[in-house]
């Protein structure tokens, strides 16, 4: 089977992401860029308890062209467009974790209040526009939001997370719920200091610099 160990990959990330209740039964979606014009995807409807390497969907990135009997994860345009904005993002995972959503439903952008927020993920998490799931116009709010980051709020809907690589996405999506829990809970004791936006832009810069030349030497 083509990209068979990505298909696995991406399996595993969807049980993870269950088990840390970030998502819930099939909702969400998992992608992996698997070269300049193509990426693996989620199908629609399918529980992450019972998905299989099979049912991962390889994806044209030019015509939306799908190599499988089942439909992609309605979100695909999302995914497309993530990949073809940002050219260094090898992965997209867009998750309803709970402390990110209350955020998004609120349309409140959540600052810088960790250092490893502030490393992995970028100086803020910025809210998108509201858009139907799905269409054009979510896509490209999310993008927008998202700019030079690794995750963005999608209003009243749930988060967006990216990486160079699965396993980045996937702690991006963990730190994300862990500093909004954290800044929701400093708000209700009263106040939630954030990291200054020069510091924390300084922080993600050095993190991508020190990741981009681990990642050359383990190769």
């Known amino acids: 089977m083509e990209f068979l160990k990505q298909r696995k990959e991406i399996v595993a990330a969807g049980h993870r992401l269950v088990d840390d209740k970030l998502v819930s039964r099939s909702w969400g979606n998992i992608s992996i860029k ?4 193509q990426m693996l995807i989620t199908p629609s409807g399918r529980t992450y308890e019972h998905l299989h390497a099979g049912e991962i969907i390889l994806m044209n ?10 439909q992609p994860s309605s979100e695909y345009p999302l995914h497309i467009a993530v990949y073809r904005q940002r050219a260094e993002i090898n992965a997209v995972i867009h998750t309803h974790q709970p402390y990110a959503t209350v955020l998004a439903v609120a349309h409140i952008e959540l600052p810088a209040v960790t250092d490893d927020m502030a490393q992995i993920i970028g100086s803020s998490v910025k809210v998108a526009a509201y858009a139907k799931s799905g269409s054009m116009h ?3 709010y999310a ?4 700019g030079e980051r690794n995750a963005a709020l999608l ?3 749930g988060a967006l997370c990216v990486g160079r690589s699965l396993d980045e996405a996937f702690v991006v999506a963990e730190i994300l719920e862990k500093s909004a829990m954290a800044y929701l809970a400093a708000r209700l004791l ?3 200091y954030s990291i200054d936006k020069l510091t924390a832009e ?3 810069r050095i993190y991508l610099q020190k990741y981009s030349r681990l990642e050359k030497d383990n190769k």
């Open 34 to 37: 698997v070269s300049n014009k």
């Open 61 to 70: 990135l030019a015509r939306n062209k799908t190599w499988s009997t089942l």
């Open 138 to 140: 979510f896509a490209n």
């Open 143 to 146: 993008l927008r939001a998202l």
């Open 155 to 157: 209003a009243n809907h």
């Open 190 to 192: 009263g106040s939630a």
């Open 202 to 204: 300084n922080l993600h």
